[in-house]
């Protein structure tokens, strides 16, 4: 059955929630202590015959943001301190002109909300503090200050206190612009991401990093779905140009020349990997630091010396990288764009059980498969 405006009667039923029962304890756990903290630093300092009250009530909503969500742009301190210190002052304004009356409260309100976009501190309990000072005909400014002001700032720091020591960012930090290499990797940019958002064109409870990063990662795990089932012994390159500890450096010169790839896994006898040596290798060992002399160099460091002993490098196992990065033929090629987006690795080599080569596996093998499972 459908309503009116076209929503269904589920609409209206509360979704599913999506944090564990450690994040509810966590974030109820963290009202109650900031509530608290509030609440008897203000009563302690509260004369005992003041009219004045020690805590107002929207603070418990602001305390709901404020650990429940605080990624989000509403729960950040200064719109929890400058959302309710200036929706009480409108409320309080409206007050000494119009008196308690339904005009006040909706005027306040209203206004409340415009004045906290134009700030941005923009917090919805604010909207709660303007409606109070009118329901309570308050007409004294220094009620902004205290309670509202005070009890703002008290939570804001057991905020900050509190999510600090259980792990979460609060305040939030503001981007400065992503590394090139991050950019690089992404599927897509900010600009994209502005260009979405201005379009929705409506407040979002989430932070805009906070949407990147989900967006991204719900990217990477629809990638591990559809290729959970693939392996990379199915998509690699299987008997791969290897060569040994002893390979002499022009040798193996010369097949990274022939086959124009980049890297050359070193194996022992039993074919279990041992190293690699690449491109990179070589220039380095050659000290290749100006362009006009590479060449030189680089013969040099490849001619095999006549002699029986050398100040050079004479065989791979000499220049090679012992620590490398591999991969299992077992397992899903899902687990590896993680690898090649992020470290700059373009070949794996690929083992199996017993740590022998049997294949390497690179990043268009990926995308092929990716792009075939679609």
Known sequence: ???????????????????????????????????????????????????????????????????????????????????????????????????????????????????????????????????????????????????????????????????????????????????????????FTDADLDAVLARYNQVLDLSREDLHMLLEQAQAQAWRRRSGQVRCAEVMSQDPVAVSFGTPLQEAWALLRQHRIKSLPVVDRAQRLVGIVTLADFMREAKVDAQAEWPRRLASLIRPTPTTHSDKPETVGQIMARQVRVVSQDRPIGDLLPLFSSTGH?????????????????????????????
């Open 1 to 187: 059955m459908r309503t009116l405006s076209g929503a269904s009667w589920r609409d209206f039923l509360p979704p599913d929630q999506t944090v564990d029962g450690k994040e509810r304890w966590r974030a109820s756990l963290g009202a109650l202590l900031g509530v608290l903290l509030t609440a008897l630093l203000c009563h302690a300092f509260t004369p005992p015959h003041a009219s004045l009250p020690w805590l107002v009530a929207p603070i418990g909503a602001s305390a709901v943001l404020v650990f429940a969500l605080p990624a989000s742009p509403f729960a950040q301190p200064w719109s929890v301190v400058g959302g309710n210190t200036l929706s009480a002052l409108v409320g309080i304004a409206f007050v000494q002109l119009l008196g308690s009356t339904p005009w006040a409260a909706a005027l306040a309100v209203g206004v409340a909300i415009g004045l906290m976009f134009a700030l941005r501190c923009l917090h919805p309990p604010g909207g709660a503090c303007a409606l109070l000072m009118v329901m309570a005909g308050v007409g004294d400014p220094g009620f902004a200050v205290y309670p509202v002001l005070v009890n703002s700032l008290l939570l804001s720091l057991a905020g900050v206190l509190y999510n600090h020591a259980t792990g979460r960012t609060y305040p939030q930090r503001h981007a400065v612009g992503p590394k090139v290499d991050e950019v690089r990797h992404r599927s």
């Open 346 to 374: 373009h070949h794996v080599p690929v083992i199996d059980g017993e740590r022998r080569l049997v294949g390497m596996i690179t990043q268009s093998d990926v995308v092929r498969a990716l792009a075939r499972h679609e």
